[in-house]
């Protein structure tokens, strides 16, 4: 794991020059990358530069990463996606979060997928008032904004009952829990994990 990561920050370190290790013993996350990103746009227009922390946990590539703001560009704020006291980013919603926190995600997937389009989506934000493609609320409401999106619908009387069936036993063959009309194997099988990682604070009563 170690000497993966080592080569994984090399790849990184050829298009952000700029990142710097620390070890941090002891600590579940063990690795911690520090840099500056630049946002360029489409255009070639280079709309601020932004300093942060990436955490990487002792099981890397396993454990999704944490973003810590160190820009102070942008309010800590809830409302901004930014813990107002650790600074620490909310950069997906959280079902996406349990499932790529599985899959495993590279330093450098983890700074091109979250890391800059995160203070894109600030930068647009403070241009415009509000956030491009739109956001997940905080905490219990948040996870069930994910539910709505995983199960497309927003009736959450339905997405219970249907969090209740996916828990009981299911032929692949059989048709998915959710509705679709497609086949277990080829639906929602493989996502149960991850929305029941997600899910877990959700009362079924």
């Not at 209740?164 to 829990?177: A, H, I, L, V």
Request: hydrophobic share 35%; aromatic share 14%; charged share 30%.
């Amino acid at each position: 794991m170690e000497n993966q990561f080592i080569r994984d920050l090399d790849e990184a370190k050829r298009l952000f020059p700029s990142l710097e290790y620390h070890h941090l013993p002891n600590k579940r996350f063990v690795h911690k990358v520090t840099g500056t990103f630049d946002i360029i746009d489409g255009e070639e227009n280079h709309w601020g530069a932004f300093s942060a922390s990436l955490y990487f946990t002792d099981s890397y590539p396993k454990g999704f990463a944490l973003l810590k703001d160190n820009s102070r560009a942008f309010p800590w704020d809830l409302n901004w996606h930014i813990d107002e006291k650790t600074g620490l980013c909310c950069v997906c919603g959280p079902i996406e979060r349990e499932e790529r926190a599985a899959k495993g995600i590279s330093i450098l997937g983890f700074i091109e997928g979250y890391v800059i389009p995160f203070y894109a989506n600030q930068i647009y934000k403070k241009e415009f008032g509000f956030y491009k493609n739109g956001e997940y609320a905080h905490f219990i409401e948040g996870i069930w904004e994910a539910l709505e999106e995983e199960f497309g619908t927003s009736d959450r009387k339905q997405i219970k009952l249907m969090l209740n069936q996916m828990r009981s036993k299911r032929g692949r063959n059989e048709d998915c829990f959710c509705g679709s009309g497609i086949k277990f194997k080829k639906c929602h099988m493989n996502r149960i994990p991850y929305i029941e990682a997600a899910a877990k604070q959700i009362s079924l009563n």
